[in-house]
């Protein structure tokens, strides 16, 4: 666990004489298996209201990020890299929303809604949630089933088709992931099968 002051600056290399943009009091509880699990981050200072409009969610820890897209598209993935990366850009998105009353990066749907978006960016296709569960439930497998229709919607074997494709995809977004994603979206029973299997 890590307690203390996150000091949000304009990112310039050196020190700006103005002083940091703003500074939250937080709490960051780490786990052993950083990163297949996300830190939890906690606004102990107040500062933030408690509502999803906020990006903070019911048991009071902050949405940072969808940590799965984050995982599968940063070219980093340090507690360095995090700490620089998406919890800077939160808490400087909050500072900005706090002042301006507009996200300065946009910002994504709640809930499910907002993770399919996400994890369509990662796997670079349209955000269409049949679409999404089958590439997942093909990329959790060690290795791409050959035989299954291709992701593509062409009706040939994954092997005839875009199988390079699909197997470049693999390599970023491994099983553990994909598990990990495919989880998180609660598909109903039905919503995996796809082609008749």
């Given at each position: 666990?890590?307690?203390?002051?996150?000091?949000?600056?304009?990112g310039?290399?050196?020190?700006?004489?103005?002083?940091?943009l703003?500074?939250?009091?937080?709490?960051?509880?780490?786990?052993?298996a950083?990163p297949?699990?996300?830190?939890?981050?906690?606004?102990?200072?107040?500062?933030?209201?408690?509502d999803?409009?906020?990006?903070?969610?019911?048991?009071?820890?902050?949405?940072?990020?969808?940590?799965?897209?984050?995982?599968a598209?940063?070219?980093?993935?340090?507690?360095a890299?995090?700490?620089?990366?998406?919890?800077?850009?939160?808490f400087?998105?909050?500072?900005w929303?706090?002042?301006?009353?507009?996200?300065p990066?946009?910002?994504?749907?709640?809930?499910?809604?907002?993770?399919?978006?996400a994890?369509?960016?990662?796997?670079?296709i349209?955000?269409?949630?049949?679409?999404i569960?089958?590439?997942?439930?093909?990329?959790?497998?060690?290795?791409?089933k050959?035989?299954?229709?291709?992701p593509?919607?062409?009706?040939?074997?994954?092997r005839?088709c875009?199988?390079?494709?699909?197997?470049?995809?693999?390599?970023?977004?491994?099983?553990?992931l994909?598990?990990?994603?495919?989880a998180?979206?609660?598909?109903?029973?039905?919503?995996?099968?796809?082609?008749?299997?």
């Amino acid at each position: 666990m890590i307690e203390g002051t996150f000091v949000v600056t304009d990112g310039s290399p050196g020190c700006d004489p103005q002083g940091p943009l703003a500074s939250y009091a937080v709490r960051i509880e780490l786990s052993s298996a950083y990163p297949r699990i996300e830190p939890r981050v906690f606004e102990t200072g107040g500062r933030i209201t408690r509502d999803p409009d906020h990006h903070i969610n019911g048991d009071g820890d902050c949405c940072v990020t969808v940590w799965e897209n984050w995982l599968a598209t940063a070219s980093d993935t340090g507690i360095a890299a995090y700490l620089s990366g998406p919890l800077r850009e939160y808490f400087l998105g909050q500072f900005w929303f706090e002042k301006t009353g507009s996200w300065p990066f946009g910002e994504r749907a709640h809930g499910l809604e907002g993770m399919e978006e996400a994890y369509a960016d990662a796997l670079g296709i349209a955000n269409r949630r049949k679409d999404i569960l089958y590439h997942l439930r093909i990329l959790r497998l060690p290795r791409p089933k050959g035989h299954w229709p291709c992701p593509c919607g062409s009706a040939q074997p994954l092997r005839a088709c875009h199988e390079a494709d699909l197997w470049a995809l693999h390599r970023r977004i491994p099983p553990y992931l994909a598990r990990a994603m495919l989880a998180r979206l609660q598909p109903r029973k039905g919503e995996l099968c796809k082609g008749g299997f």
